[in-house]
């Protein structure tokens, strides 16, 4: 089957096109003959070699996948071949097949295409288990993403207003900002020009949840927007790993900073993430109340234009691969 690799780490030159056996699904698995593959700012890093697998994962890039379901392992009963289905990866979804837990598989949700599925299961997934299981975001309240147009970015802000937030985005341009509006959000503040504490406190904001890609370059200005039992949630460090925390100003607020990650959780978690994530989301894509924002797709063949568009922050919502 064809695969892509970055054998040797570094620009987007470094993804190769390759030959590697078709898996077979281990007790427990399904496989998937994979229509579109969501390209996700953690394939950057792995092609870049700054995130490596998680031991036993394969090499092949690639964290969500969508298409049909062409085999079952032993103990797999409540999937079936021809079934189509989107699901949450450790890795592999750039190739014509992979093999993936059952649990982290999902029949795809009425209401979008097959390839549309491919960019739900990464940003679905990290919405839910971080906005809502984690930081607990309650109606009525005040979440602040940060990248509002990216993939997650997009799905935060339907998720949030699907479920009685107001929310606040950064983003980097007015495009962004005018597509954001259009998705729901109440209030777009352009990181370039704007300082997004004095934007939130000018508009009598305070965020009880802040979903945060960039890390310590914003650390301290996320504590000051956080309102009293806020909560920082950090999924990303594309501002760098370290920064200097004011306990005092987060004793002040009784406020929390979590930092989490998806793909290196135990397949039980990861299951009860998708699992929970399914039951509360797909309703909501099945009514057209939320949907997947894809941006462009790229034929496998082009994965290197689809990493270099991610690299070039040009997108609004997901870039996707085609087989």
């Given amino acids: 089957m ?113 390839t549309e599925a491919a960019g739900l299961m990464e940003v679905a997934a990290t919405v839910w288990s971080n906005v809502f299981m984690m930081g607990k975001l309650q109606h009525g309240e005040t979440l602040l993403v940060h990248g509002g147009g990216s993939g997650i970015g997009t799905m935060a802000i339907q998720l949030g207003k699907a479920f009685g937030a107001t929310v606040v985005v950064t983003v980097g341009s007015e495009e962004k900002a005018a597509f954001c509006r259009e998705l729901g959000a109440d209030l777009t503040i352009n990181y370039r020009e704007q300082d997004f504490v004095e934007e939130m406190k000018a508009a009598d904001l305070r965020a009880d949840v802040i979903l945060d890609i960039i890390g310590g370059k914003y650390l301290a200005s996320n504590v000051a927007a956080l309102n009293t039992a806020g909560r920082l949630v950090v999924i990303g460090m594309q501002g760098g790993v370290r920064a200097e925390l004011n306990l005092g100003a987060l004793l002040t607020k009784r ?30 894509v099945a009514d057209g109340t939320v949907r997947p924002i894809v941006h462009a797709t790229y034929p496998l063949e082009d994965v290197r234009a689809a990493h270099q568009e991610l690299e070039d922050s040009t997108h609004t919502g997901k870039v996707l691969l085609t087989l």
């Avoid at 007790?27 to 229509?35: D, F, M, Q, S, Y």
């Avoid at 990866?89 to 009425?110: K, N, R, W």
Wanted: proline share 10%; charged share 15%.
């Fill in 2 to 114: 064809r695969a892509v690799t970055a054998p040797t780490p570094g620009g987007v030159d470094a993804l190769q096109v390759v030959d590697r056996p078709t898996p077979e699904p281990a007790p427990g698995e399904v496989l998937i003959r994979v229509t579109a593959a969501g390209v996700n700012r953690a394939d950057l890093l792995q092609r870049q070699g700054h995130y490596d697998p998680p031991p036993g994962a394969t090499d092949v890039l690639g964290l969500e996948s969508s298409g049909d379901i062409v085999a079952v392992g032993d103990g797999v009963t409540d999937l079936q071949p021809g079934e189509h289905v989107c699901a949450l990866l450790s890795g592999g979804g750039y190739a014509e097949y992979v093999a993936v837990p059952a649990g982290q598989v999902a029949i795809a949700p009425d209401g979008v295409t097959l």
């Fill in 255 to 284: 406020a929390a900073v979590m930092a989490t990650s998806l793909r290196a959780r135990p397949v039980s978690e990861k299951s009860a993430i998708v699992s929970a994530m399914v039951a509360q989301v797909w309703p909501l």
